[in-house]
């Protein structure tokens, strides 16, 4: 594999013209025939009980079809991580997002107009809306079923004495760091259309990032509604983002079923941008309390983390981030004694999600300040105490990590040298420079059983490919990676490689598009499956060529041998004669590749991934001492990413979670009052835009991972972990005040100047 | 879903007469802002009167100060070269009103007619004393934009009445104007407050103001005002307007008076900039903290002011340096 023709290219990505011109296809352009049109009516208020709900004059409204309730739901139906989520509510109502009642109309307009026809008439209850007043003792109960609003979930972290090495460390620091919700702003909103066949075979049109196991949930879901043993089929349209956001599945989905069995018609369900603001699941917000201790020389003795999540008022995936966050509270930077307590508390507001990065960007950004703390108390320049305590390959880690491949120290070269650090860091005068590092998992992530990806592929008469992988393309780019992977391995153009991805009729199974792993797993299964096929073109080829296979390759579609050129054949004869014959075959091969990574034990240690990937930003900022904002002059995002199978792509993914980074650093925030959004629009919710983009530079740094496909890692999620904490102390290298509440406005930049003026 | 019908007139007379006979009728010209009232269900018209294909409403006229048609796009006044160089406020206002999507047709009179407190036009067309040419049922009038803006939303103008254009005097070679919009973002956004400033200068013994070179340098602003000081450059006219500190853009006259027949100086501007922030009544809300717009209003009429003297002495800069004060 020392040519490389493919791999390493820079390709632009399959999907970009259709979707540049607007042929491509979401679920918001999708139609099937005698399709009706879904609507939810959401809860007015946060917390209280339905006194009376009347549907009977939307049932009378011309082109209604039909209206559920909570009574049309089986009972004991919940969903979710906890399962405490009806997908349809009575009784109380626990959040501003509650479902109520939902319409299933011949238009959107009509069942739009049929919700306002809905009478609830509601006793309002006072809420609770901040977790440190839930966790109280005798605080209201959410759900009167528990004894207490902390949920019963076990995280906890303990490697080697920290209390032992708070007594031998000679500085130490202490802070709390607050992180606020932000949400995934995917372009194309959350929908669905669910559709039965007579025998009641479930078809799902989908923008889920999991089919697999959505696909599970919604089996589960009939069987709830009494249809045992039914097939569901899901079929993904163009997917417009993810990030997380569609990792689970949500009440909507449920709804369109229930309405679609009811009317035995599809139905549709798509959100409305402001239904997306308020209705699907943010980045939970974070308050962490963080103690770092060092020794005289700057290496880290300890790491101590208290956590409290806020969870919502239902639990989905955003309650497991703690297991994510402990990645870098363990193991960002070698700490030998770590402490960590995280608790998810129950609240009246909007519940959380996944989101690029699964809890790693909250934990980050306090670790990272706080180095920088740290640094400071122990006259150390902060980029010297991170190279001091730096990740190594060949380290375990006190959680258990076998780090293999490891680019963190050149990382950090990488900033310091394109920052000019060392002529910049320490002025003062307005301008600074910070930088932060980060680690996640980078060769998947065993948070399920499996944590494989399936693979098939055949050839057609003509030497053309088609690839069926479970992984699916929420807009990352895996279909142009993928291809690109069969396309090297076979020695085939890529045009020649066709990626199908959207149907789990048809793909084979897959965990879903998460933990950053789909390059590293759908990749490593793709090339398994390609490496299979290729040996079987080159038995075929080598009866024709009547030459050892084993002095066989294939090179731009033609099989020739290395030891005598006048043996070769174009690809495609080679795969007709082995068809066209007595007992002839097409070929054909699949792969399962599941990762050899472990599941936590009860510790939550263990080798939770094949590989991890490392990176290092460096910013440098202009703060205006007047106004209190910050303008980024230069940002280096350095990553080890093992090996670029596609450096147009990676960059785009650098450059991507760099930006949407610098809107959690600088930005966005839900404001949430009283459980209410406030706001859920693009105006008011501050996504940067394409204006706001500082000038970046992404630095690839390869370090060849044994086990990836062509020694690749994953990228998704890193690029956006270590921005906040890397701008957060360039402001406080420019004017010394340090924000530790995100986003980083104006108003906190200048009311912390001011205060240091008044002290100072 | 709100249904209506659109109505296409192709004269002045023709819209102000369907306005005469049709039920809850609006007038809608670039649509940036009627349609999104509509879509949040604020509006819920039966009618809408489209302004677009009436000529007499797309002009721009700098024979005699400067005339232009309501209808006139925030990006056809952008690209002016005159109303650049002389009404510089104006382009300010317009190159940063929303991407250049937007700016490609909304129109100035519906940025006006919309009366938001934000309204980024507003505060540009304050202190260059626009007059707003109304007509309607009863016939054309002239307003001041002073005079225009009543309120969150509402105008002076009657039922029925729609805006034709603006006019506005022309000023000396030694007049400069400015209007910063302080955004959270580049783009897309409105602003958390906007101030503008327009002031005529004048030299003891009527030496030429233009091209005090000590304005090309990168030198702190302190500086150089406190340079200027020395040069005994005379404010014979001032105007200061804000947007987002009371319910409609206003000017700040106390601060005017403050600057009017003054030699500049650093503390004048200071002092300005202060009178100002007490002239207004900033509120919170999600999009900015009351005490932070007060801040920022003494900060930006300084700034402002000096971006308005920068234009008066070095007119042929094509763009305002970027700098952090």
């Known amino acids: ?760 | 879903m709100n249904r209506y019908d659109y109505h296409q007139p192709g004269t002045i007379e023709e819209a102000v007469g369907l306005m005469a006979i049709l039920d809850d009728a609006k007038y809608i010209a670039g649509g940036t802002d009627v349609m999104v009232l509509i879509r949040q269900k604020k509006l819920k018209p039966k009618n809408l009167i489209s302004l677009r294909n009436i000529k007499d409403l797309v002009y721009i006229d700098t024979a005699k100060g400067l005339r232009f048609g309501a209808a006139t796009t925030h990006s056809a006044i952008d690209n002016h070269d005159i109303i650049r160089r002389n009404y510089s406020a104006l382009t300010d206002a317009t190159s940063h009103l929303g991407s250049l999507q937007i700016r490609n047709v909304a129109t100035i009179g519906g940025n006006i007619c919309n009366a938001a407190p934000s309204a980024d036009t507003a505060c540009p067309l304050l202190v260059l004393d626009a007059v707003v040419s109304v007509v309607g049922p009863k016939g054309a009038r002239d307003i001041a934009v002073d005079d225009f803006f009543q309120g969150p939303g509402k105008t002076a103008l009657a039922h029925g009445e729609l805006v034709k254009g603006l006019s506005i005097p022309s000023f000396g070679e030694n007049t400069g104007s400015a209007y910063i919009k302080h955004t959270r973002r580049q783009a897309m956004d409105l602003p958390i407050l906007g101030v503008a400033t327009r002031i005529t200068l004048s030299m003891k013994n009527g030496a030429e103001v233009r091209c005090r070179d000590m304005f090309c340098t990168i030198d702190s602003i302190s500086n150089i005002l406190a340079k200027l000081k020395e040069e005994e450059l005379k404010i014979d006219e001032a105007r200061i307007a804000m947007g987002v500190v009371a319910p409609r853009p206003m000017r700040a006259k106390k601060a005017e008076a403050v600057l009017t027949g003054k030699v500049v100086s650093p503390e004048l501007f200071e002092e300005a900039g202060n009178v100002a922030a007490s002239e207004a009544q900033p509120r919170d809300s999600i999009r900015g903290e009351a005490w932070y717009r007060s801040e920022m209003i003494k900060v930006l009429v300084k700034r402002a002011l000096i971006k308005s003297m920068d234009r008066i002495i070095r007119p042929d800069e094509a763009i305002y340096p970027e700098r952090l004060w």
């Open chain 1, 1 to 760: 594999m020392n040519s490389l023709t493919t791999v390493g290219q820079k390709i632009p990505k399959r999907d970009a013209p259709p979707k540049a011109i607007g042929a491509a296809v979401y679920i918001q352009d999708m139609k099937v025939p005698g399709m009706l049109h879904g609507k939810i009516l959401y809860s007015k208020h946060p917390h209280a009980r339905i006194l009376k709900l009347d549907t009977s004059r939307a049932e009378k409204l011309a082109g209604v079809r039909a209206v559920i309730t909570a009574a049309d739901m089986p009972s004991t139906f919940r969903i979710g991580v906890m399962k405490d989520n009806p997908p349809l509510k009575t009784g109380k109502v626990l959040s501003i997002r509650d479902e109520i009642a939902a319409v299933a109309a011949t238009s959107p307009e009509i069942a739009e107009e049929a919700l306002s026809l809905i009478e609830v008439e509601y006793e309002v209850l006072p809420g609770i809306f901040d977790p440190i007043e839930a966790m109280k003792e005798g605080a209201m109960l959410l759900h009167e079923e528990t004894k207490s609003n902390v949920l019963k979930l076990p995280w906890k972290l303990v490697c080697g004495d920290v209390e032992a090495a708070k007594k031998e460390a000679v500085f130490i620091v202490e802070d709390t760091f607050s992180t606020p919700w932000v949400t995934h702003c995917c372009l194309g909103t959350s929908g669905c259309i669910a559709q039965f066949d007579t025998n009641n075979n479930l078809t799902m049109y989908s923008n889920t990032q999991i089919p697999s196991l959505a696909q599970n949930d919604y089996i589960e879901a009939l069987n709830a509604f009494g249809l045992k043993n039914k097939r569901v089929r899901i079929v993904q349209c163009v997917i417009g983002g993810g990030f997380g956001s569609k990792l689970d599945t949500y009440s909507y989905e449920y709804i369109a079923i229930r309405l679609s069995l009811k009317t035995r018609k599809p139905v549709k369900i798509i959100f409305s941008r402001e239904e997306e603001f308020f209705a699907t699941s943010p980045r939970q917000c974070t308050i962490t309390k963080i103690s770092h201790g060092c020794d005289r020389e700057g290496r880290l003795m300890f790491r101590e983390i208290e956590m409290v999540l806020d969870n919502g008022a239902y639990t989905s995936w955003g309650a497991t981030t703690p297991s994510v966050m402990m990645l870098p509270i363990s193991s960002l930077y070698k700490v030998p004694n770590v402490k960590y307590t995280a608790k998810c508390v129950y609240t009246n507001n909007t519940y959380s999600q996944a989101m690029r990065g699964y809890g790693n960007p909250q934990a980050t950004f306090a670790i990272e300040s706080s180095l920088d703390q740290l640094a400071e108390i122990a006259g150390i320049d902060p980029y010297e105490l991170r190279l001091k305590n730096a990740n190594e390959p060949g380290e375990v880690t006190p959680q258990r990590f076998k780090i293999t491949s490891c680019g963190m120290k050149e990382c950090i070269e990488e900033v310091v040298k394109r920052l000019n650090w060392k002529g910049k860091h320490g002025r003062g005068a307005g301008r600074g420079v910070g930088m932060a590092s980060l680690i996640h998992v980078g060769g998947g992530a065993r948070v399920y059983k499996s944590d494989g990806c399936g693979t098939i592929i055949k050839m057609d008469d003509f030497g053309k490919v088609d690839v069926f992988t479970g992984a699916s393309d929420i807009g990352q780019g895996s279909e142009t990676i993928i291809a690109q992977i069969v396309a090297e391995v076979l020695g085939i153009p890529i045009d020649d490689v066709n990626v199908i991805n959207n149907d789990t009729d048809i793909c084979p199974w897959d965990v879903g598009v998460h933990a950053s792993r789909t390059t590293f797993v759908a990749g490593n299964a793709a090339l398994g499956a390609a490496l299979k096929i290729k040996s079987q073109v080159l038995e075929a080829a080598a009866k024709l060529l009547e030459e050892d296979p084993a002095y066989l390759d294939i090179k731009n579609g033609i099989v020739f041998s290395t030891r005598n050129k006048e043996k070769s054949t174009p690809l495609g004869k080679a795969l007709r004669k082995a068809h066209y014959t007595l007992g002839g075959k097409m070929l054909m091969a699949e792969y399962f590749y599941d990762p050899k990574n472990e599941n936590f034990d009860k510790e939550f240690k263990g080798n939770l991934s094949v590989s991890y990937a490392y990176g290092t930003h460096g910013v440098e900022v202009e703060v205006d001492k007047e106004t209190g904002q910050v303008k980024i002059l230069d940002y280096v995002a350095a990553h080890d990413v093992g090996k670029a199978i596609n450096p147009l792509l990676l960059e785009g993914q650098i450059y991507g979670g760099g930006l949407q980074g610098v809107g959690y650093a600088l930005g966005e925030k839900m404001v949430y009052v009283n459980g209410e959004l406030k706001n859920g629009n693009f105006l008011d919710y501050k996504i940067p835009t394409a204006k706001d983009v500082p000038p970046m530079q992404a630095v690839i740094v390869e370090t060849d991972e044994k086990d990836g496909p062509f020694g690749a890692k994953g990228i998704g999620e890193p690029g956006l972990v270590p921005t906040a904490p890397a701008i957060a102390n360039a402001i406080y290298d420019a004017v010394g005040v340090r924000i530790k509440d995100l986003p980083i406005t104006p108003e906190k930049v200048l009311k912390a100047l001011k205060g240091k003026e008044k002290i100072g």
